[in-house]
């Protein structure tokens, strides 16, 4: 039978399969952690046989063509192709990986056929970054999945569809044990509400403290391995949307950041793109303040964003008290 690994990151699949460790090796790259979440619709098509979705839009379209024509599986839907595989889910504990490896779960939990065969590994570690040699000599720990995670992943991917964070919230007061780094990414998209006191998450709160010294280039204050941004909540466009956000306001926070916006139209442009990486950033006063929580970045400046299934808008706005921990209702 088929040993099918499923992982969240292309250059993890694409290190797995060069180690050897299955017979195909597919990637689920959706981004959950920002924006709008998939309707019913999306939903339903992006786990089906390929029909009409655009590209995208369908679990196979972070897998390399010719890997896809190789195994026969391109255009399969998921179910289908687990119920034929001894099947392994590769999962990072990045607040991504984790979040697809909930939707994966609530979709497939009615499915005895494909559940029957899934065992899970929890990675603590980039599977990209590590040498295929090494890889197989890690051998992660593996298990079965059980009833409890599909009930588990069922609870957890309704409260973060949820309308307001407070389902995801009560979730710190559930048994996560079933998954052993949930507990984590609960806690890490929370901190990512605007807090209490300055209105920013965590990670445009860190962009904050690294732009502080001044004169500091936009892909320093980037998450990255070994770069002082340790946050892996957002991704490269994704941080670059929220730099421009702190810089591109009515209120910048954010001084000196030359072109714009962070879309691949400027990527493609040569000019515009080195200008942007050129670029000396500083800290306006009214950033500086915000750092130092006597001012409220979203007091001062619109504000639109999805996180989960809650629409947080200026009049209303979920926070986060991290001191407390404590999630604070809109006024």
Same mark, same amino acid.
């Given at each position: 039978?088929?040993?099918?690994?499923?992982?969240?990151?292309?250059?993890?699949?694409?290190?797995?399969?060069?180690?050897?460790?299955?017979?195909?090796?597919?990637?689920?790259?959706?981004?959950?952690?920002?924006?709008?979440?998939?309707?019913?619709?999306?939903?339903?098509?992006?786990?089906?046989?390929?029909?009409?979705?655009?590209?995208?839009?369908?679990?196979?379209?972070?897998?390399?063509?010719?890997?896809?024509?190789?195994?026969?599986?391109?255009?399969?839907?998921?179910?289908?192709?687990?119920?034929?595989?001894?099947?392994?889910?590769?999962?990072?504990?990045?607040?991504?990986?984790?979040?697809? !490896? $909930?939707?994966? #779960?609530?979709? *497939?939990?009615?499915?005895?056929? /494909?559940?029957?065969?899934?065992?899970?590994?929890? +990675? &603590?570690?980039?599977?990209?970054?590590?040498?295929?040699?090494?890889?197989?000599?890690?051998?992660?720990?593996?298990?079965?999945?059980?009833?409890?995670?599909?009930?588990?992943?069922?609870?957890?991917?309704?409260?973060?569809?949820?309308?307001?964070?407070?389902?995801?919230?009560?979730?710190?007061?559930?048994?996560?044990?079933?998954?052993?780094?949930?507990?984590?990414?609960?806690?890490?998209?929370?901190?990512?509400?605007?807090?209490?006191?300055?209105?920013?998450?965590?990670?445009?709160?860190?962009?904050?403290?690294?732009?502080?010294?001044?004169?500091?280039?936009?892909?320093?204050?980037?998450?990255?391995?070994?770069?002082?941004?340790?946050?892996?909540?957002?991704?490269?466009?994704?941080?670059?949307? !929220? $730099?421009?956000? #702190?810089?591109? *306001?009515?209120?910048?926070?954010? /001084?000196?950041?030359?072109?714009?916006?962070?879309? +691949? &139209?400027?990527?493609?442009?040569?000019?515009?793109?080195?200008?942007?990486?050129?670029?000396?950033?500083?800290?306006?006063?009214?950033?500086?303040?915000?750092?130092?929580?006597?001012?409220?970045?979203?007091?001062?400046?619109?504000?639109?964003?999805?996180?989960?299934?809650?629409?947080?808008?200026?009049?209303?706005?979920?926070?986060?008290?991290?001191?407390?921990?404590?999630?604070?209702?809109?006024?």
């Amino acid at each position: 039978m088929t040993r099918l690994i499923v992982t969240t990151d292309s250059s993890a699949a694409g290190a797995i399969q060069n180690a050897g460790l299955g017979d195909l090796v597919l990637a689920i790259e959706r981004r959950l952690v920002l924006g709008p979440l998939p309707s019913d619709a999306e939903h339903r098509a992006f786990f089906s046989p390929r029909t009409t979705q655009a590209l995208g839009l369908h679990w196979l379209d972070h897998t390399p063509a010719w890997r896809l024509e190789g195994s026969g599986v391109r255009g399969r839907g998921l179910v289908d192709l687990l119920s034929e595989c001894d099947t392994e889910l590769w999962m990072g504990s990045e607040p991504n990986a984790q979040l697809i !490896l $909930l939707w994966l #779960l609530d979709h *497939c939990s009615t499915e005895k056929a /494909a559940v029957s065969k899934l065992s899970i590994r929890h +990675l &603590d570690f980039a599977v990209g970054d590590v040498a295929p040699e090494q890889l197989v000599k890690l051998n992660p720990p593996i298990g079965k999945l059980a009833e409890d995670h599909l009930e588990l992943a069922g609870r957890a991917w309704s409260a973060y569809c949820g309308p307001t964070p407070q389902a995801w919230f009560n979730l710190l007061e559930a048994d996560l044990s079933p998954l052993p780094q949930l507990e984590h990414c609960v806690v890490d998209l929370l901190e990512e509400l605007p807090n209490v006191t300055s209105g920013l998450g965590t990670t445009e709160t860190r962009m904050l403290q690294l732009i502080a010294p001044g004169e500091v280039q936009p892909f320093h204050v980037f998450p990255g391995h070994q770069k002082p941004n340790d946050r892996r909540v957002y991704d490269y466009w994704e941080v670059g949307a !929220l $730099l421009d956000g #702190l810089a591109r *306001c009515p209120v910048p926070a954010v /001084a000196g950041l030359e072109e714009g916006p962070f879309t +691949l &139209d400027m990527h493609d442009d040569a000019r515009r793109f080195a200008q942007y990486k050129q670029s000396l950033m500083s800290l306006t006063d009214f950033g500086m303040a915000v750092l130092t929580g006597e001012e409220d970045f979203r007091r001062h400046n619109p504000f639109r964003r999805w996180w989960g299934g809650t629409l947080l808008t200026s009049e209303r706005l979920w926070r986060w008290d991290a001191e407390h921990r404590a999630l604070i209702a809109p006024d």
